[in-house]
């Protein structure tokens, strides 16, 4: 049978969610956790591949299971087991065709910056105490509809077969001291939105106008957009799939 399973994740003590050689991931740590506890081979795969340092309010992964899961009780038994830093949330059994990957419609992300110096969330916003022009921020969101194609925001060397995107969603909100910028879209590329924020800095900088962020993105050349903003300020937070819709 297949499963869904629901849960969250601080991503300071890991190298991203993929497993990779020689260094520790999420993606592994549930593997060998399910492996264990469930007493046979399980591997994840996941709603998408966060990055080094990248938190998800929430995640999803399936794996396939020769059996039923009580999901309060694995729920309880799994998070027991797990380091503080993961937690689930639900096991939901799917079609046996469903994919955690593939059939989610849509991400939803948020960057979160504080201005003044916190040391109570230095480990979860990003420290940027220069003024900004959120109008501006604002203004230059409106373009992101007007595109599809962001390769000038994604990591070089990739291996993706097209750097298209569908955003549907994209704005930024203040809150007292916290600023929070959102972006939805069907997919996103390696390493996109930290450099669709840092681009976005520079406008409430005044460093570069709302044409140039245009001209960006039409240029295709990820060196002429701005710098990525550190990792530990973004958040995965939803993940949309058609059959969920209803429950979740």
């Not at 506890?37 to 999803?60: C, F, N, P, W």
């Not at 059939?103 to 979860?124: C, L, M, P, W």
Request: hydrophobic fraction near 40%; include cysteine; charge should be neutral.
């Amino acid at each position: 049978m297949r499963y869904f399973i629901k849960f969250a994740y601080n991503g300071k003590n890991y190298f991203g969610f993929q497993i990779q050689p020689n260094a520790i991931s999420i993606q592994e740590t549930l593997d060998k956790a399910l492996s264990l506890l469930l007493k046979q081979k399980i591997e994840i795969v996941g709603a998408g591949r966060t990055d080094s340092g990248v938190h998800a309010k929430e995640m999803y992964a399936h794996f396939d299971y020769d059996g039923e899961i009580d999901s309060k009780y694995w729920t309880k038994k799994l998070n027991s087991y797990l380091p503080n830093d993961i937690v689930i949330f639900d096991f939901i059994q799917v079609d046996d065709e469903a994919h955690a990957r593939f059939d989610a419609t849509s991400r939803t992300y948020e960057y979160y910056i504080h201005s003044y110096k916190d040391v109570f969330n230095q480990d979860g916003s990003w420290y940027f105490s220069k003024e900004l022009d959120i109008d501006k921020m604002n203004k230059a969101c409106d373009l992101l509809f007007k595109h599809i194609d962001f390769e000038c925001f994604s990591k070089v060397n990739t291996d993706v077969h097209t750097f298209n995107c569908i955003i549907t969603k994209a704005y930024w909100i203040q809150k007292e001291n916290q600023l929070i910028f959102t972006i939805k879209a069907d997919r996103f590329l390696r390493n996109m939105v930290r450099a669709i924020v840092g681009t976005m800095i520079n406008i409430g900088l005044g460093k570069i106008s709302i044409d140039d962020f245009e001209k960006i993105i039409e240029s295709k050349n990820r060196s002429k957009a701005g710098f990525s903003v550190p990792a530990h300020g973004l958040y995965l937070v939803k993940v949309n799939y058609p059959y969920f819709e209803a429950n979740f």
